[in-house]
């Protein structure tokens, strides 16, 4: 199996680069490649290890307790130690108050050394985030210096048996109990809903406090703890990252906190399911670059035929698998360009419209952009790339999740043909970047007027919804070409400039 090696210049070169993080007040090169450089050789040390070990063994549910698999528990304790869980949290918290941008390029890492342990831990800046803008004094004081330590996880408590993507069927109900309250029901496919790396867990559930019939209005977002009235009844066995308990949890009579208002349950969990979808996107990104690692290492290895001249070949050599290699490049860094486009305009704050817009594209495309190469991966290895020992099935089976959680591809897809196109919806803060990205490209400036004629049509539209696919078909297109203009003009910036002016080309065809 290739090691896994962070691509850290790829990720220092978009950021300052491609993205502009310059832009942003408190972004510090220095501090970031060097922040970046101690996280990637934690990365490769300690966490990668031990991605097929917990591949192989799983989380396991014993007594009532999640077991994780040998040496997470010290991985974890390392990483905590290190000071990574609060890497964004506020100094007064005591975490390093280092900007969101560094975060992000700490999760991509994060997710392609290990994928599984990344989703465990993952959801603390989230959470911090909700609890600095929703949460009382006391509830900051209390629980934001225990996430940042890493003494405490947390999770994010919204699914429900036949309540997915439709939160008004939540029936997880919330009663008053004296100054608190009290959470009855049950929740599906909870991350890390236990495990027995971190002293605690901060439970973030969305339940509903209003009447039966009271729809979206009537949810709130609670917080709880393990102890009494909570616990896991069964583990899923899922098709990827098994390392990652996702728990079934029942909550009966589970003592709790409000956060926030009452009735303001969906803007609060939004905070945290925001955080999410740019995560995964990035997660699509890390399966994307660990899946082009893996097959350019074995092409480049792998005696196969004979050149023009007669010399012996390798894989690389031929057209076909230099073609896969190359979608699977332009995959990679043309999601993460996007991915960090985003992130800035999100922390320069000054194009709302922009990150509606975005958010929801990156992480349909970055989560497509990652098993899109996973299974190129695959391909590319031929029969060795369909067995477990060379890892890019493990890669496509931990990527294959991305496409569902944190809201259904589709259900984005819809959102970017009818929201994105309404007034203030984001669709032509998105065609001014694409422009900007473009610089006056004529491939690219016909492209965008193409899409343009399409929003128009889709507007005039009595139902947008059934060209919707066809319609993100489109925008993915058109953001991944406008991307790569991007990356081929500041080529020079990175340490292998002529490559990245090849695969330019090479996308136009």
Known sequence: MTDFAAPLDDILFSLRHVAGAGRVPDWDDETAEEVLGHFASFAEGVLAPLNAVGDRQGARLENGRVRMPDGFAQAYRQLADGGWQGLTAPEEFGGMGLSPLIAAGVSEIFTGANHALEMVCGLVPGAIATLLRFGTEAQQAEWIPKLASGEVLSTMCLTEPGAGSDLSRIRCKAVPDGDGWRLD?????????????????????????????????????????????????RIEEKLGIHASPTCQMEFDGAPAELIG??????????????????????????????AWQIASAYAADRGQGRRADGSPAVLSDHADVRRMLDEQRHLAMGMRALCHIAAVAL?????????????????????????RAADLGIQILG???????????????????????????????????????????????????MAELGQGDPHLD?????????????????????????????????????AWCRIAAVADAHPEPEE???????LRG
């Open 185 to 233: 029901g049950q929740k599906i496919f909870i991350s890390g809903g236990d495990q027995d790396m971190s002293d605690g867990i901060l439970h973030l559930v969305l339940a509903r406090s209003g009447p039966p019939d009271s729809g979206l209005k009537g949810l709130s977002l609670f917080l709880t703890r393990p102890g009494p009235g909570v616990s896991v009844t």
């Open 347 to 371: 922390e320069t704050g000054d194009a709302p419209d922009l990150v509606e817009f975005l958010t929801p594209l990156c992480k349909v495309l970055g989560s497509e952009a990652g098993i």
């Open 446 to 482: 016909a492209r965008l007027a193409d899409w343009q004629a399409l929003c128009d049509d889709l507007r005039a539209a009595d139902d947008a919804t059934p060209r919707a696919h066809a319609f993100a078909k489109a925008t993915k297109r058109l953001a991944l070409d406008a």
């Open 383 to 433: 029969g060795y790339g369909y067995l477990e020992e060379y890892g890019i099935a493990q890669v496509w089976r931990d990527a294959r999740i991305t496409a569902i959680y944190e809201g259904a591809n589709g259900i984005h897809e819809r959102s970017l043909a009818t929201r994105g196109l309404r007034p203030g919806g984001g669709a032509d803060a998105f065609a001014a970047l």
């Open 500 to 506: 990245i002016r090849r695969l330019a080309r090479s």
């Open 261 to 290: 208002e009452e009735g303001g349950g969906l803007q609060a969990m939004f905070t945290q399911m925001n955080h999410a979808r740019i995560d995964v996107a990035l997660q699509g990104v890390a399966h994307a670059s660990r």
